[in-house]
């Protein structure tokens, strides 16, 4: 299956600081999603990229469609306790219906 | 407004013994999917659908079966289970590549 790797794996930050995690791939992909998922529930789709480029923002979150197709990223401004969670990114390739998954970004937001 | 409902949250299962994990979705959406979630690591597609009557298999389809008779529900069949099969499974429905969205999650232990 396709590789999609998250940086950082974990992140320990303050509250009220800027947060950014990015996701790459070798392959090309034509659609990118940026998923939190909060513990033992399921994902919540927070951004979805249809285009190279592309920036989007919902809210206090900013995501990007890398111009090589090959990666993507999300940023949270001013980070409240409440984003604390698991960020993973899913990418669609060119062909075919499936959704690759990376192995999610952990935020830990401090008081 | 449900969204995407999986039956049941948690389960245990022995060795060898067979079970339904049920999903339905009332937002009218044509594609359905089943992923798997190992601790730690992100989702992993199992089966998918893109419509009543068609089934296709993900990264990992070894040991699962689906149907999909409606447009509504997606069932996913363990018959023989094994403990490589605990896992946390996530149920999603999306309109083509749009609205992703997820179920809770199904909680299986294999013992």
């Known amino acids: 299956g396709q590789q999609l790797n998250q940086s950082p794996q974990s992140m320990f930050i303050q509250e009220g600081e800027d947060v950014s995690m990015n996701c790459t791939s070798s392959?090309?992909?034509?659609?990118w999603l940026w998923y939190k998922q909060d513990p033992g529930e399921g994902p919540v789709l927070l951004i979805a990229?249809?285009?190279?480029?592309e920036l989007t923002s919902n809210g206090r979150l900013t995501a990007q469609f890398g111009i090589t197709r090959k990666d993507s990223f999300l940023n949270i401004s001013a980070s409240i306790p409440s984003d604390v969670g698991i960020y993973f990114c899913?990418?669609?390739?060119?062909?075919?219906?499936?959704?690759?998954f990376g192995t999610g970004t952990s935020l830990t937001v401090i008081p | 407004n449900a969204g995407v409902t999986q039956t049941p949250k948690f389960r245990i299962l022995k060795i060898g013994q067979s079970m339904t994990l049920q999903c339905t979705q009332d937002?009218?959406?044509?594609?359905m999917y089943w992923y798997r979630q190992d601790p730690g690591m992100g989702l992993k597609l199992i089966y998918y659908?893109?419509?009543?009557?068609?089934?296709d298999k993900g990264e990992v389809p070894n040991g699962y079966n689906v149907s999909r008779s409606t447009t509504e529900d997606f069932p996913l069949r363990l018959e023989l289970a094994a403990p490589s099969q605990t896992s946390v499974y996530f149920c999603?429905?999306?309109?083509?590549?749009?609205?992703?969205?997820f179920g809770s999650g199904t909680r299986l232990t294999v013992v």
């Open positions: 392959s090309i992909f034509n659609t």
């Open positions: 937002m009218n959406h044509n594609y």
């Open positions: 899913a990418g669609q390739l060119t062909t075919g219906n499936q959704f690759y």
């Open positions: 990229l249809y285009k190279a480029g």
């Open positions: 999603g429905s999306s309109y083509m590549y749009y609205g992703y969205t």
């Open positions: 659908s893109v419509g009543a009557g068609i089934t």
